[in-house]
Nanobody
């Protein structure tokens, strides 16, 4: 089973940027697809961005052009670069994939 630790969240003003990191344990990391999810208070968890083991990516319409997902298999890590942040991006962000235990997430708050 793969375990993950998310980091990089914080408080940022609208229009600002953050880079989230996800450090994973387990030798299977390099062969699984990974996604970044988010959950805002009172809302269901949603998939924000997805990257295959080969590096192909896909994004939710709400973040296209603003967020970029990437991975470094040598470091067992996945990243989410978030630019032009909006208040509606505020949520707890999680990384996850097949066979991965959910981590604690990292809080992102976009507010002036």
């Amino acid at each position: 089973q793969v375990q993950v630790v998310e980091s990089g969240g914080g408080l940022v003003q609208p229009g600002g940027s953050l880079r989230l990191s996800c450090a994973a344990s387990g030798s299977i990391f390099s062969i699984i697809s990974m996604g970044w999810y988010r959950q805002a208070p009172g809302k269901e968890r949603e998939l924000v961005a997805y990257i295959t083991r080969g590096g192909s990516t896909n994004y939710a319409d709400s973040v296209k052009g603003r967020f970029t997902i990437s991975r470094d298999n040598a470091k067992n890590s996945v990243y989410l670069q978030m630019n032009s942040l909006k208040s509606e991006d505020s949520a707890v962000y999680y990384c996850n994939g097949a066979g991965v235990d959910w981590g604690q997430g990292t809080q992102v708050t976009v507010s002036s």
